[in-house]
């Protein structure tokens, strides 16, 4: 795990429809909502229709960054685009439900591929849909 | 403070002061390395990280910032990992409203204390208006 504090940028990766990030840092607080924002531009500029956010070396997620992921993805339906959150840990996911965080709106999903594919399945359902 | 518990067999293993964003962050990775180094669980190190952090997070919010000591040591007979956040704060108004799910005076869900409790074994807490707060969070091994 990347220990340097100093202020950084997480890159967002565009990939077809989807946007896919990578958190590879612990986050202080106003990194995690400079994230939020970035994603959010990103996905008005791109016009993506999913994002995918990789925790899976995330040790810990308080309530600051689980709002801040549950809020993203409040934000991000809002603007017709799908967020899941990919491969977090065990540990993690027991902490926050004893911490008493729910993520509505929230999807998750085992790896990439697997979230990747929970996106494509919903893109077609929505096209079958708008037909 | 905290008499039942205090022990002078506990050893101090570190103690560090809070006083930017970038503390909360230091910090709280200092205590998984601490939980690591006396063999605690992964997800017992998970839960006494995260809930330091929100207590971190309080200090930083209401209090202007604190002191964290971190100690181990036998609690009721077993090994425990003993973690002291104290600040000058202005106190908690309403403890008892503090201490449940979902009350906040602040922008945030009111999950920090109630849910910090939840993933410690034993959770002390002793505040005075305008004198400041001190939280204990005891795990056990
Ligand atoms: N160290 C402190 N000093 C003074 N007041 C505090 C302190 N810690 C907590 N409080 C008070 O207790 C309330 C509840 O704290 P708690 O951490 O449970 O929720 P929160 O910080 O408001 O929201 P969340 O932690 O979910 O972001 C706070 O809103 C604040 O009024
Ligand atoms: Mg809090």
Same mark, same amino acid.
């Given at each position: 795990m990347n220990t340097d504090l100093q202020e950084k940028r997480i890159p967002i990766i565009k990939i077809r429809d989807f946007l896919i990030v990578s958190i590879q840092v612990d986050m202080h607080d106003r990194l995690a909502i400079k994230l939020q924002s970035q994603i959010l531009e990103e996905i008005a500029k791109t016009g993506a229709k999913g994002v995918l956010i990789d925790i899976s070396v995330l040790e810990m997620v308080d309530s600051f960054i689980g709002r801040m992921l549950s809020g993203m993805a409040t934000m991000a339906s809002i603007m017709d685009a799908a967020v899941v959150i990919v491969g977090m840990q065990p540990a993690v996911a027991i902490t926050l439900v004893e911490l008493g965080l729910d993520m509505p709106?929230?999807?998750?999903?085992?790896?990439?591929?697997k979230g990747m594919e929970m996106l494509e399945k919903r893109m077609r359902d929505?096209?079958?849909e708008d037909f | 403070m905290f008499e039942q518990t205090t022990?002078?067999?506990?050893?101090?293993?570190?103690?560090?002061?809070?006083?930017?964003?970038?503390?909360?962050?230091?910090?709280?990775?200092?205590?998984r390395s601490h939980a690591k180094g006396i063999q605690m669980g992964i997800v017992d190190q998970t839960r006494? /990280? /995260?809930?330091?952090?929100?207590?971190?997070?309080?200090?930083?919010?209401?209090a202007n910032g604190g002191e964290v000591q971190i100690e181990t040591g036998?609690?009721?007979g077993k090994m425990a990992l003993i973690i002291t956040c104290?600040?000058?704060?202005?106190g908690i108004e309403n403890l008892e409203m503090a201490m449940s799910d979902g009350y906040t005076t602040g922008?945030?869900?009111?999950?920090?204390?109630?849910?910090?409790?939840?993933?410690?074994?034993?959770?002390?807490?002793?505040t005075q208006k305008d004198k400041g707060t001190t939280v204990r969070l005891i795990k056990w091994r």
């Open positions: 709106g929230v999807d998750t999903a085992l790896n990439m591929e929505q096209q079958v | 022990d002078k067999n506990w050893s101090l293993l570190d103690k560090q002061v809070l006083e930017t964003e970038y503390d909360i962050v230091r910090i709280r990775q200092l205590i006494i /990280t /995260t809930a330091v952090s929100e207590l971190l997070r309080n200090m930083y919010n209401y036998p609690v009721e104290s600040d000058h704060g202005p922008m945030g869900l009111g999950y920090g204390l109630p849910g910090a409790k939840r993933l410690v074994d034993k959770f002390e807490i002793e």
